[in-house]
């Protein structure tokens, strides 16, 4: 009977640290799907067909409205711009003539 109860005990401290473990590797994931739904929720993304004056470059949206691109870009993502000039438009603006 001794034999039995020790074994059962045995057993028992097992399981338990095999409980603990799964507690924690649960706990674990909680806390990562947590981060993955607030990295989700965060997520903008433009897709499908965005129709784009071929001369100003304007954006239609839904309710067929003209934007800049920069502002509809920036209102449908999390981008925002920061404007430079290129070397080639450069020399063409203010390049010496």
């Given at each position: 009977?001794?034999?039995?109860?020790?074994?059962?005990?045995?057993?028992?401290?097992?399981?338990?640290k095999?409980?603990?473990?799964?507690?924690?590797?649960?706990?674990?994931?909680?806390?990562?799907?947590?981060?993955?739904?607030?990295?989700?929720?965060?997520?903008?993304?433009l897709?499908?067909?965005?129709p784009?004056?071929?001369?100003?470059?304007?954006?239609?949206?839904?309710?067929?409205?003209?934007?800049?691109?920069?502002?509809y870009?920036?209102?449908?993502?999390?981008?925002?711009?920061?404007?430079?000039?290129?070397?080639?438009?450069?020399?063409?603006?203010?390049?010496?003539?």
């Amino acid at each position: 009977m001794a034999l039995l109860n020790s074994e059962f005990i045995a057993i028992k401290r097992e399981l338990d640290k095999k409980n603990h473990h799964l507690k924690q590797v649960q706990h674990e994931l909680e806390e990562k799907v947590v981060l993955l739904e607030e990295a989700l929720s965060k997520v903008k993304q433009l897709e499908g067909t965005i129709p784009i004056c071929m001369y100003c470059k304007q954006i239609c949206d839904e309710k067929e409205l003209w934007h800049q691109l920069e502002q509809y870009i920036s209102d449908h993502s999390e981008v925002m711009f920061s404007h430079s000039i290129c070397p080639a438009c450069f020399e063409e603006n203010f390049g010496e003539n």
